[in-house]
C-alpha cells in the first residue's frame, strides 16, 4: 500500500470549469494519485507517472469525450 500522507491535492483544471471534482497529486515517487474530490475518504487511484502523461497527452488530442457528462451525473 502507498503511503499518502505526504500528497499535495490540486483540483484538475478540467474539473474546475465542468463542476466535476477530480483531484491530483502528482508530488508523490514514481505516482500520480488521484481521487474524488467530494469523497476523499472513498480512497485514490494511482497510476504511473508514464500512464498519466499519456492519459494527459491524449485527452488533450481529443481522444476522449471527457465533456459529454453532465455536471454531477454518474454513468
Do not use: T
Amino acid at each position: 500500500m502507498n503511503d499518502l500522507s505526504e500528497a499535495a491535492w490540486r483540483k484538475a483544471k478540467a474539473s474546475q470549469n465542468n463542476g466535476g471534482c477530480v483531484e491530483v497529486a502528482d508530488n508523490l515517487p514514481g505516482v500520480v494519485a488521484i481521487r474524488d474530490s467530494k469523497r476523499p475518504e472513498g480512497g485514490a487511484h494511482l497510476v504511473s507517472r508514464a500512464a498519466f502523461v499519456s492519459f494527459i497527452e491524449d485527452a488533450k488530442m481529443g481522444r476522449y469525450d471527457l465533456g459529454s457528462q453532465p455536471s454531477g451525473g454518474r454513468r
